[in-house]
């Protein structure tokens, strides 16, 4: 199982809605990363968990929050945010923090209304 | 300030026909680098890295040349086939004290006319 699963594909939300987005890696990687990519622009890391702990954070605003419950499962749970926010939001996982071979969930493509 | 470029926004090649898409960076602490895939609605799949103590990795139909002192790589693919039609996502990155961030450059995106 070569797959990091990502949940939903698609979300839609208001600037007022609280949602999460989810992800889901069954290789036995210990490090986690959330990215962002807006059309026609690179994907720009977010955070990076590394053996569940939170190991950096590219200075994200505090509207979007992460949690890594376990080894397999990172969440990006996200309040207030901005329609410039609208992205598509990819998951990916490595061997650990020190192998740069990433593999990418097919993201979920988030508008924010 | 883009570390790593890659000025061409899209490549057309025909099928059987060699693809050379193209990277520079400006970072010469940069140490490894690898390339990308990406399908519309799907995530960037890992194609070929390459270290810097080399200057040729291949690997199938795709190979990766790095010259250091130009800080330029490539991706040559041959054949190229239609399924290689994507956008080629090239990064870099260095090794740091606690994590190693791997930086993207804009992508090609290439298309493979049968």
């Known amino acids: 199982d070569t797959e990091v699963t990502q949940t939903p594909k698609h979300l839609v939300m208001g600037m007022t809605n609280k949602k999460s987005l989810k992800c889901e890696q069954h290789?036995?990687?210990?490090?986690m990363y959330w990215y962002k990519q807006k059309a026609k622009k690179p994907p720009e890391l977010m955070f990076v968990y590394s053996y569940e702990k939170l190991s950096i954070n590219e200075s994200v605003p505090s509207r979007f929050s992460p949690e890594c419950p376990n080894s397999s499962l990172l969440n990006l749970h996200l309040h207030a945010l901005q329609p410039e926010d609208s992205a598509l939001y990819l998951c990916?996982?490595?061997?650990?923090?020190?192998?740069?071979?990433?593999?990418f969930g097919q993201g979920t493509r988030l508008t924010v209304v | 300030d883009q570390q790593v470029k890659q000025n061409s926004p899209s490549l057309s090649v025909q099928e059987g026909r060699i693809s050379i898409l193209n990277c520079d960076y400006t970072?010469?602490?940069?140490?490894?680098f690898l390339w990308y895939k990406k399908y519309p609605a799907e995530g960037p799949t890992f194609l070929i890295s390459i270290s810097s103590i080399k200057d040729k990795n291949e690997d199938g139909r795709f190979t990766v040349f790095l010259n250091k002192s130009a800080k330029h790589l490539s991706l040559h693919i041959v054949p190229s086939q239609p399924g290689d039609s994507a956008v080629y996502f090239c990064?870099?990155?260095?090794?740091?004290?606690?994590?190693?961030?791997?930086?993207f450059g804009p992508g090609t995106s290439l298309s493979v006319i049968p």
């Open positions: 990916a996982s490595s061997q650990d923090e020190r192998v740069r071979k990433a593999f």
């Open positions: 970072n010469s602490m940069f140490d490894y």
């Open positions: 290789m036995g990687h210990r490090a």
């Open positions: 990064a870099a990155s260095r090794r740091g004290t606690s994590y190693d961030k791997v930086i």
